[in-house]
């Protein structure tokens, strides 16, 4: 949610129990402001919140240009933001592996356990352990949120000729129809699945617009539970992997944004509740 | 100059596709550019040629199906009934009691707390709810919470008859009594066939149903997935739709009659599966500020059994704040009853028969008592503090939070169960509410892993079947020897019959 636009979004996110009290908007109006000319970021979009079982981690975004990349920032009370650090792909490995709740403590330790394979001694492998902070899991998690659930309609972004991602200001919505199929979403990330497209399934695709990968080839199936809301005002999309994180998108305006109020979890048995 | 011509035929050569050529295309954008003159328009010529060709792109499918009636007027149609304007001021004298509480007024304290549905929405459920106590014979009717589904929400009341006005209970099915059908065997064996074996398997008798107004049925519920939709009634909870949903994990689709497919298997629809989860969320969650609600001591007899019944204490006065944050909870108890493991708040021996029953079988009276007596199920009492709640995953099971830190003196309490995540409640002084917006799903600190089905029968190993050992090439000459051998002598003795 852009920090501009916060209150048209949160009339279309409340429907699904995502909203913000008075005193946080105000906070939110205020610190994210600030926040973005201390670091000099271009924009500043509040994403979400992780709920702790002592207190919740508000998180926020910056970005200087259109492209996928973005600093992540957190806050306890949505005043004062720390930085969230970068998280190297072998430690994010380790996050993900922890178990159970956030504490609400940024520096409560977790300890992980790993086999270590290739170190064969006497019985083959080595249990090594190591201690995570909670602030490092919170970046990992946010990244991994970012990385499965961070969506776009699709031609809301283009690439350029010079292989920029850039925000289309050509993009007037999604019909009405369109915006109710599955199809119409793109993961904002650097493509996966589109790479093992084959070329007869790429050449019915416009270069342009489809550069990143369709939320419809999502696995399982079915992970994504996408409804008209508000009186077919909006199109909600909720994912079910990531319990908690909500898009919407108003059919013929330019208007879509997204925020997550989860506890910061992902539903790895949704394979036995998809009805 | 063949050239040139060369040339302007390839850029006026249209495309197969769009119908357009690039000399067309480059002169519409170099007269937009000359139209317009933006600034620096040789970083803007690429979406103006984008923008162009967007403004010339016909669909594919220019044939649209067009609803009768699109969603968005039916929605609103249905909203429309609520919308309703009370002309007459009710007079201050007679102060009817109100069905409906100031449900925006509970809103704005969970919104404070950062929980709700928004204030239209909350305004519609409102409008929604009121409708309902217009419609049915209500006593007091109250927002449940909302259910997350996978096509649609629910929208859930929870609401209690006016005294006389309850629902007659409705004839328990005896699935015992339901005239078997014919067996097929029967027929075979008429034609000389051998009958199939018939299954020994006898399920385990239901549990009696708790009756409105008791235990799990103490309150019914009603459901619509959008305010100003019909109201739905639940059907009340039965034992085995609370023991089975304990033992499944599913998503809800939204539509009240989507079959369930779960194994153990869930003997109903959706809409049992809704009410078993209202029940259980409910016994879990539902909770009050320590003193709001107290024991009647003139129906207090000391008895434990009588303590199924509380009533408002009107002398309360609210817990100061501190008070409702206390760490380890001592400020809130469940109002709720707990759900034993039988899936009723009342415990019943199953090995017991009914009644009717009893008098039939009075002669099998000794065999039972030989039956192992089954310890009583036990649980909590009503008015337990939350302290004394589990942990969930090492964690407690309940976060406290201040509203507001801005000024604390104006803030409320609000709880969230740790359990059943997205079940909320808030107190200040003398009001507090409950709310559950969430999916459904109880808190699984271990990844959910569902019953395994029970092992394949053995095969069946009886000694009347027994299996020949095949032949050798050897036995099979000497069996045709002996088989030419007695042919022959049958032939000899023709021979001799004819002789005779």
């Keep these: 949610m852009d920090v501009q636009s916060l209150s048209p979004a949160l009339d279309h996110l409340s429907s699904s129990g995502i909203v913000l009290s008075t005193e946080r908007r105000v906070s939110l109006d205020t610190s994210l402001t600030l926040l973005m000319h201390a670091e000099k970021l271009k924009q500043v979009k509040y994403w979400g919140r992780i709920q702790g079982v002592a207190a919740d981690y508000h998180i926020a975004q910056g970005s200087n240009d259109d492209g996928y990349a973005t600093k992540s920032f957190y806050s306890m009370d949505c005043i004062r933001w720390a930085q969230l650090p970068e998280i190297h792909p072998v430690l994010a490995k380790s996050c993900a592996k922890i178990r159970g709740r956030f504490t609400g403590n940024p520096s409560h330790e977790f300890t992980v356990e790993a086999i270590r394979s290739e170190e064969t001694k006497g019985d083959g492998s080595i249990v090594v352990t190591t201690t995570i902070t909670e602030e490092k899991r919170l970046a990992a998690a946010v990244a991994a949120i970012d990385k499965e659930t961070r969506i776009v309609p699709r031609g809301a972004y283009r690439m ?71 009186g077919s005002k909006a199109v909600v999309l909720r994912s079910l992997i990531w319990p908690g994180f909500v898009f919407f998108h108003t059919p013929n305006s330019p208007l879509f944004g997204h925020a997550y109020v989860g506890t910061g979890q992902r539903n790895n048995d949704l394979i036995f509740e998809l009805p | 100059m063949a050239d040139f011509e060369s040339a302007k035929a390839f850029l006026l050569q249209a495309s197969d596709h769009s119908g357009l050529s690039v000399y067309e295309h480059l002169s519409t954008l170099i007269t937009r550019l000359l139209d317009e003159r933006p600034n620096n328009a040789a970083d803007v010529v690429e979406q103006l ?110 609401a209690e008859y006016r005294e006389g006005e309850e629902p007659q209970p409705e004839e328990e ?108 969320i409910t016994a879990g969650t539902h909770v009050s500020p320590v003193g709001y609600f107290t024991f009647d001591e003139e129906e207090d007899d000391g008895d434990d059994e009588a303590r199924d019944n509380f009533i408002v204490d009107e002398e309360f006065e609210g817990k100061s704040l501190a008070e409702l944050l206390e760490a380890d909870l001592s400020g809130w108890v469940h109002h709720a009853p707990y759900i034993l493991p039988q899936g009723r708040s009342k415990w019943v021996n199953p090995n017991l028969k009914g009644e009717e029953d009893e008098l039939d079988e009075e002669d099998e009276d000794e065999d039972e008592e030989e039956e192992e007596e089954i310890e009583p199920e036990a649980g909590p009492p009503l008015l337990t503090p939350l302290q004394n709640d589990d942990d969930v995953d090492g964690l407690p099971a309940w976060s406290t939070r201040l509203s507001s830190t801005a000024h604390p003196a104006y803030a409320c309490v609000r709880v969230s169960s740790n359990r059943w995540p997205g079940a909320h409640a808030f107190a200040v002084d003398r009001k507090f509410a409950n709310i559950y917006i969430g999916d459904g799903l109880k808190y699984q600190a271990e990844p959910f892993s569902p019953q395994l089905p029970p092992p394949a029968q053995v095969e069946y190993s009886g000694e009347d079947v027994a299996e020949a050992v095949d032949p050798t090439r050897q036995e099979e000459e000497e069996f045709e020897a002996q088989m030419a051998e007695e042919e022959e002598d049958d032939l000899d003795d023709e021979d001799e019959d004819e002789d005779d």
């Design chain 2, 49 to 158: 040629s984008f923008q162009i060709k967007a403004d010339k792109f016909a669909p594919e499918d220019s044939l649209k199906d067009q609803p009768e009636t699109p969603d968005n007027v039916l929605t609103a149609k249905a909203r429309s009934t609520l919308l309703k304007h009370e002309t007459e001021i009710p007079e201050d004298e007679a102060e009817p009691e109100q069905v409906v509480p100031n449900l925006l007024d509970l809103a704005r304290y969970f919104a404070d707390a950062d929980v709700g549905l928004g204030e239209q929405e909350m305004f519609r459920i409102f409008l929604a709810l009121k409708q309902l106590a217009e419609q049915q014979p209500l006593k007091s009717v109250t927002f449940w919470g909302k259910i997350f589904g996978t096509e649609q929400d629910y929208i859930i009341a929870e």
């Design chain 1, 160 to 230: 350029t000729p010079s292989d920029v991602v850039e925000r289309n200001h050509g993009f007037g919505g999604l019909s009405h129809q369109a915006a109710g199929k599955i199809e119409s979403y793109m993961h904002f990330r650097q493509p996966i699945t589109l790479l093992s497209k084959s070329p007869l399934e790429r050449a019915r695709m416009d270069q342009g617009l489809d550069f990143m990968d369709s939320i419809s080839d999502d696995i399982p199936k079915n992970c994504w539970s996408i409804q008209y809301q508000n």
């Design chain 2, 173 to 280: 099915e005896r699935p015992d009594e339901q005239p078997e059908t014919p067996d097929e065997g029967e027929e075979d064996e008429e034609n000389g066939v051998t009958p199939l074996p018939k299954s020994t398997y006898k399920p385990p008798p239901d549990l009696p149903t708790e009756e409105y107004g008791a235990g799990t049925n103490k309150k019914v519920y009603f459901v619509c997935n959008e305010p100003g939709q019909e109201w739905h009634l639940l059907p009340n909870v039965k034992p085995k739709h609370i023991s089975v949903c304990r033992q499944i994990r599913k998503r809800f689709t939204g539509r009240l009659d989507a079959p369930v497919v779960a194994y153990p298997p869930f003997a109903g629809t959706e809409m049992e599966l809704l009410r078993a989860q209202i029940a259980r």
